[in-house]
C-alpha cells in the first residue's frame, strides 16, 4: 500500500513539475517591411537630334538620351513613363510642370522659365572645322592664319572665331550656306556645329569633306554643354545630379555615348 502512495506521489509531482518548467517559445516573427513606393516620373523627349532621341524602325524611342535615361531611372528606382513631343510642347510641358524630366541633346542655355531648371551638365559636344578631303588644315592659331573660314552668322562659335582673330571669317546665313561654300571651294574651311557636321558628313552631298584636327574643345565655343531639364524642384535636381553623378563615375556615361554618338562627349 506504501508503494502504490509512494508512486501516486511521484507521479503528481512530475506532473506538477511539468507544468512549471516550459520550454522557452520562439517569438513571433516581425511583420515584412512594405516595400518603398516607386517615384514616378513623367519623361518628355525631343526628336530633333537623332543621335540624342530618335524613334526606330519598330516604333521605339532610341538614341544616347534614350539609354541614359533608363539608367538614370534604374539608379533612381523610379518608374518613368518616356514620350516623345515636339519642341514646343517640351517647354510647355516642363514649365507647366505637366512634365518632370525632358531630354534630347538639350544645350545648356536660355530655355528655362523660373519654373524650370537644368540639371549640371552630362558631357560637351567639341567642335571641329570640316575640309575638303587632301587638304592640309591644322585648328591651331598657326594653322587657320590668313585661311577663310565660312560660319553661320550670330551663332556661338561664329563669335568665338572672330574673337580669336586669327582666320579671316566668311560669315554666312544658314549651315547649308556655309556648307556649299566649302563644297565649292569658296571658303578653306566650315565651322559648323558638330552634330549637324555628323550627319552632313555621313550622307552623299558629305563624301567631298572630312574633319581637320585637333577638335575645339575651348568652352567658349563648345558652350556650357549638354543636360536634362527639370521641373523646378530642388529635390529632384538634387536626386537627378546625385545619380548621374553615379553614371559618370562608372563610366556608364562614356560607355553610351561610344556606342551612340558619333563624336566624342567631353
Known amino acids: 500500500m506504501r508503494f ?27 511583420p515584412p517591411a512594405p516595400s518603398p513606393q516607386l517615384m514616378k516620373l513623367r519623361v518628355i523627349v525631343d526628336l530633333s537630334e537623332p543621335h540624342f532621341a530618335v524613334r526606330a524602325p519598330n516604333g521605339r524611342l532610341a538614341g544616347f538620351d534614350i539609354d541614359l ?6 539608379r533612381l528606382r523610379a518608374d518613368c513613363i518616356v514620350e516623345a513631343v515636339d519642341w514646343d510642347d517640351l517647354r510647355a510641358d516642363i514649365a507647366a510642370g505637366k512634365a518632370d524630366l525632358a531630354a534630347g541633346g538639350i544645350e545648356i542655355g536660355g530655355l528655362p522659365s523660373e519654373r ?12 571641329a572645322i570640316a575640309v ?3 587638304t592640309k588644315l591644322e585648328v591651331s592659331a598657326a594653322g587657320l592664319k590668313d585661311k577663310r573660314i565660312a560660319v553661320q552668322r550670330s551663332t556661338r562659335w561664329a563669335r568665338w572665331l572672330k574673337d580669336a582673330g586669327v582666320a579671316t571669317v566668311v560669315e554666312l546665313e544658314t549651315p547649308e550656306d556655309v556648307r556649299a561654300a566649302l563644297s565649292a571651294g569658296k571658303a578653306d574651311g566650315a565651322l559648323l556645329d558638330r552634330r549637324q ?23 567658349g565655343a563648345t558652350g556650357p554643354g549638354v543636360a536634362f531639364l527639370l521641373r523646378s524642384d530642388i529635390k529632384l535636381k538634387e536626386l537627378v545630379e546625385k545619380a548621374m553623378a553615379g553614371l559618370r563615375d562608372d563610366g556608364t556615361i562614356q560607355r553610351l555615348a561610344a556606342k551612340h554618338l558619333p563624336f566624342p562627349l567631353m
Do not use: H, M, N
Not at 518548467?21 to 520562439?26: L, S
Open 116 to 127: 524650370s531648371v537644368f540639371a549640371a551638365a552630362y558631357g560637351r559636344v567639341p567642335l
Open 197 to 219: 557636321t555628323a550627319t552632313w558628313l555621313a550622307s552623299p552631298a558629305g563624301a567631298c569633306c572630312e574633319l581637320a584636327k585637333p577638335d575645339i574643345r575651348d568652352a
Open 69 to 74: 535615361l533608363q539608367a538614370l531611372c534604374a
Open 132 to 134: 575638303r578631303k587632301g
Open 4 to 30: 502504490i502512495l509512494a508512486t501516486v506521489l511521484v507521479l503528481l509531482a512530475s506532473a506538477v513539475l511539468a507544468q512549471q518548467v516550459k520550454p522557452p517559445q520562439t517569438p513571433p516573427a516581425p
